[in-house]
């Protein structure tokens, strides 16, 4: 018997501790809202930034899922998100073409690089564009990380290998992670692979990576953030006034001019461009 | 290897300052894993001795089923709970898709063949005659059972250990049905994934040591309670 009653105290004595211990943001439940984004949001620290400022001006709990642009989208579709915030401008097109969202507003921009091994074995270094660096990539068969997950980012690579007019699937240089950016930034360093990154995740992580920035500034690279509100009239589940709300929040003037700054301090240079109320023209798009 | 020490010191740092986010996000690990053992411990038992005192046509499929279901792959059990608690699923009503509840029913689901098929085992491991000698004793049948339970004490001790040891350690159900939501439902093992992504490799170390360490804290309890009864 004795056994069972020491058990059953230290169960008490645990569930005791861990209740009275812990805060429950749960129980006080403020509306949430289900915010879809990619991983370069999350993995470059923008998120951790911005989301307490909107959680304490608008009441609203966030609750980010950081998914790739690709799986955010197929959330939108199912009514599993209020908001999106993506990077995929042509299959968001599609989206509001298909009406599952009601708007689509710029956010901010950075830019896509083609990062490798400082030893550069397929000499890229210097390519005018990145389908002439692709095409040198391909040629001398060097090791290429794809994030083959349907993130902005690889919807992006797709594009560019289509551009060069190379089909990489299936070929032995050319190999799929299945992994967010962080991740797939670590293999392509660990492997000493080439890999597309966006330039805020790379700038983020750089420090344990012994990758060097070897593509950069092509119009091509321009990687667009947009902000989706989801169309209530498909799922009305959905908390469509809690998704304007954190849409509304991202482009105003106040959050831009974080966006701006974002990064300055740490890195030198800003990870994201606010462009909130441009036309898509004038990035050349 | 000087990331190792890296990470181990910044455990140690992170521990001695008393970082508010990991010690919040340990204390929910803590909270999560503990609710989905005791929740495994009581459906596993149950269960778990039904099936072994009970004679019925099919009995070794079932037992087959729930030893099965101790390798139990958590991302499959993360897909299908996430299928059946998203807001247009069955369960969409309750409105627990990225909460901890998610995430301690996804851990449960777990833990409970562990526990059952561990149960299982211990029962039918005590000695065939003890069941006739308790009830001609006079011993009614939940009088028995609880003899019975009582006896397999020891290797219940180890059910529990196993399953709390599948949980704690556990990502792959814990990301998909908790979503890794800062404050909210990061827990030490998502966490470590996140930090990794990130390139944070010394923050992913002392992570997963004060998650070792608190694995060993609980499992060296447990045994001390074990050992102490252990037959000699």
């Given at each position: 018997m ?9 169960l ?21 809202v ?20 909107f ?12 998914v790739?642009s ?11 998100a209020?908001v ?12 509001m073409?298909?009406g ?7 956010v ?14 397929a ?9 002439d ?6 040629q001398?068969?060097?090791l290429?990380?794809?994030r ?8 992006k ?14 070929q032995k240089?050319y ?6 950016m ?8 660990e ?5 597309l990154a ?9 420090k ?10 092509d119009?091509?690279l ?9 169309n209530?009239a498909k ?8 998704g304007?709300?954190?849409?509304d ?5 106040k959050v831009?001019?974080l966006i701006?700054?974002?990064g ?9 461009f ?12 | ?17 008393l ?16 609710t ?18 009970a004679?019925?046509?099919?009995k070794?499929l ?34 627990i ?25 211990s029962?039918?491991?005590l000695?065939a ?12 049948r ?9 006896e397999?004490?020891?290797p219940l001790?180890?059910g ?20 890794n939501?800062k ?8 966490a470590?994934?996140m ?13 997963s ?22 037959p000699r």
């Amino acid at each position: 018997m004795k056994i069972w009653k020491q058990f059953s105290l230290l169960l008490a004595a645990v569930t005791a501790c861990i209740a009275f211990g812990l805060p429950t943001p749960a129980s006080a439940a403020p509306k949430s809202v289900i915010l879809a984004t990619t991983t370069s949001t999350q993995d470059s620290g923008l998120l951790d930034v911005l989301i307490p400022i909107f959680e304490k001006e608008s009441g609203y709990f966030v609750k980010t899922i950081a998914v790739g642009s690709g799986q955010a989208m197929a959330m939108g579709k199912k009514g599993e998100a209020d908001v999106l915030l993506v990077h995929s401008p042509d299959d968001e097109k599609k989206f509001m073409a298909e009406g599952f969202g009601v708007t689509r507003r710029l956010v901010m921009h950075n830019d896509f690089i083609i990062v490798g091994p400082a030893s550069d074995p397929a000499k890229i270094r210097g390519a005018k564009t990145s389908a002439d660096a692709l095409k040198r990539i391909a040629q001398s068969g060097s090791l290429f990380l794809s994030r083959g997950d349907n993130s902005g980012t690889h919807a992006k690579e797709k594009k560019l290998w289509k551009t060069a007019g190379i089909t990489p699937d299936g070929q032995k240089w050319y190999q799929q992670t299945g992994l967010g950016m962080g991740d797939t930034l670590n293999v392509a360093a660990e492997k000493k692979g080439y890999t597309l990154a966006d330039r805020g995740t790379y700038l983020s992580i750089r420090k344990n990576l012994g990758l060097a920035i070897l593509v950069e500034g092509d119009a091509k690279l321009l990687n667009v953030y947009h902000v989706i509100e989801l169309n209530p009239a498909k799922w009305p589940k959905i908390n469509a006034a809690g998704g304007k709300a954190f849409a509304d929040f991202m482009v105003s003037r106040k959050v831009q001019e974080l966006i701006g700054k974002f990064g300055v301090e740490k890195f030198g240079s800003p990870l994201f461009f606010p462009d909130a109320g441009k036309k898509p023209e004038t990035l050349g798009l | 290897m000087e990331l190792l020490a890296e990470g181990i010191a910044k455990a140690v740092a992170l521990l001695a300052s008393l970082d508010q986010e990991v010690l919040a996000i340990t204390l929910l690990s803590l909270k999560v894993s503990v609710t989905a053992t005791i929740i495994s411990l009581v459906l596993g038992i149950l269960s778990g001795t039904l099936l072994a005192l009970a004679d019925f046509p099919g009995k070794r499929l079932m037992v087959s089923i729930v030893n099965t279901g101790m390798g139990l792959p958590p991302v499959v059990v993360g897909l299908f709970v996430t299928i059946f608690l998203w807001r247009n699923g069955p369960f969409g009503f309750l409105e627990i898709l990225y909460t901890p509840t998610a995430m301690i029913i996804a851990q449960a689901v777990i833990a409970t063949p562990i526990v059952t098929g561990i149960t299982v085992a211990s029962i039918q491991n005590l000695p065939a005659n003890l069941r006739l000698q308790i009830l001609a004793l006079g011993a009614t049948r939940l009088q028995m059972v609880r003899i019975l339970i009582k006896e397999a004490r020891l290797p219940l001790l180890a059910g529990v250990m196993a399953g709390f040891g599948g949980v704690i350690s556990e990502v792959g159900a814990s990301i998909m049905v908790g979503g890794n939501i800062k404050g909210y439902t990061r827990v030490l093992t998502t966490a470590t994934v996140m930090e990794t992504s990130r390139g944070n490799f010394d923050i992913a170390i002392a992570l997963s040591i004060i998650l070792l360490l608190l694995s060993f804290v609980i499992n060296y309890v447990l045994t001390r309670i074990q050992q102490r009864e252990r037959p000699r």
